[in-house]
């Protein structure tokens, strides 16, 4: 009997410190009309000092394991995507575990910048599959503005920090991850890229000062690829799920762009009630970008029981990943209004108990 790896559990976590494109306005050369008009971003969350991937990632995890209804000790693997780890090591994903208190998981980091997630989300559904765990946290989380040169309006105005977060989970009922993509293309690692800090140009003064710790994108050149690379990336994963366009109920997109978004949408033909975006709020959250428009999503009553959700990103590297799922938790589990979140781990309410 084929085991399949089905969503159990969601949660997500965006810091409470938001910053709005009118403060931007008042410290970089920008405005609020030419943030809007170019990327479709309003505003983004900015994480506290104490805050870090961990602690965002624990919140998003508590959420997901609150839903699940499931005890943290019973979680096999953590698997963290992530750019913005705490440290180059220990990985985020170890200390994340000890956090829970998931005293029996293992756990290990995954980079591929705004990819990360479905990367992640591969590797779990395969540990599942291949019968070695049966319950996996899987985490997407940045914490961006620690890594953003605020004089640089190309790049600045685009990110924001949060995290998201999926319980998988084993079971013998139809459903789950149906058709993946991943995809990489290493002639684009110059297109978005963070220059210094790694073993090919080690942290110095020299470094620090000319900001090589902070990321730089050739723009122009990553929208085109993105916008290209995306829709090809979503209809291999249909394909290999051996459906169609047609097929999908959701599209949830990596939330780099609201351009991009909608030229894959008019590629694929997409209707826009099919699309959830929320990049207005978050900005380009990276590997947070795809679990939280999805939970947010769920939220909204935009997803049902049996709909066939399409996730698709795309992120330096190049990276680009689709997963296509059909969805089978009781998407009114344990919420409270989109965009919320608990920040100590108690169970979310229900939708309905919320409108009450």
């Known amino acids: 009997m084929t085991t399949n790896a089905l969503i159990g559990g969601w949660g997500m976590y965006a810091p409470s410190r938001i910053m709005t494109n009118d403060e931007l306005s008042t410290f970089v050369d920008t405005s609020d009309e ?10 983004r969350r900015i994480a506290a000092d104490d805050e870090t991937a ?54 290990f980091d995954l980079q591929a910048a705004c990819s990360g997630f479905l990367y992640a989300l591969a590797s779990g559904h395969s540990f599942i599959r291949s019968g070695m765990y049966r319950n996996v946290m899987v985490i997407g989380v940045e914490v961006l503005s620690r890594f953003l040169d605020w004089t640089d309006r190309s790049t600045c105005v685009l990110f924001g920090d949060g995290a998201g977060a999926v319980l998988l989970q084993a079971s013998d009922a139809p459903g789950g991850l149906l058709g993946f993509d991943l995809f990489s293309d290493g002639t684009g690692c110059e297109g978005i890229i963070m220059p210094a ?12 000062d000319a900001h090589q710790h902070a990321i730089r994108m050739l723009g122009s ?27 999908v109920d959701q599209f949830v997109f990596h939330q780099a762009n609201l351009r991009i978004i909608n030229n894959v949408q ?25 679990p939280m428009a999805l939970v947010e999503a769920v939220a909204a009553g935009r997803i049902h029981q049996g709909d066939k959700v399409l996730m698709v990103a795309f992120g330096a590297g190049y990276t680009a990943g689709a997963a296509l799922m059909e969805w089978t938790a009781d998407p009114t589990r344990a919420f409270l209004a989109p965009g919320e979140q608990t920040r100590s781990g108690q169970p979310r309410r229900a939708l309905e108990e919320a409108s009450a």
């Open 34 to 43: 030419w943030i809007r008009t170019r990327t479709g971003i309003r505003e």
């Open 54 to 107: 961990t602690t965002l990632a624990v919140h998003a995890a508590r959420d997901a394991l609150a839903v699940a209804g499931l005890d943290p000790g019973e979680l096999d693997l953590v698997i963290v995507g992530t750019c913005t780890p705490d440290y180059p090591l220990p990985a985020t994903a170890v200390l994340v575990a000890t956090e829970l208190g998931a005293t029996r998981a293992s756990g």
């Open 197 to 208: 800090g790694g073993s090919a140009r080690p942290a110095s003064h020299a470094t620090v």
């Open 221 to 247: 050149e990553v929208y085109k690829y993105a916008t290209r690379q995306m829709g090809e990336s979503a209809m291999a994963a249909v394909r290999n799920a051996g459906l169609t366009v047609d097929d």
């Open 266 to 290: 008019k590629q694929l033909n997409i209707p826009a009630e099919k699309t959830y975006v929320n990049i207005e709020k978050y900005g380009n959250t990276s590997a947070a970008s795809v």
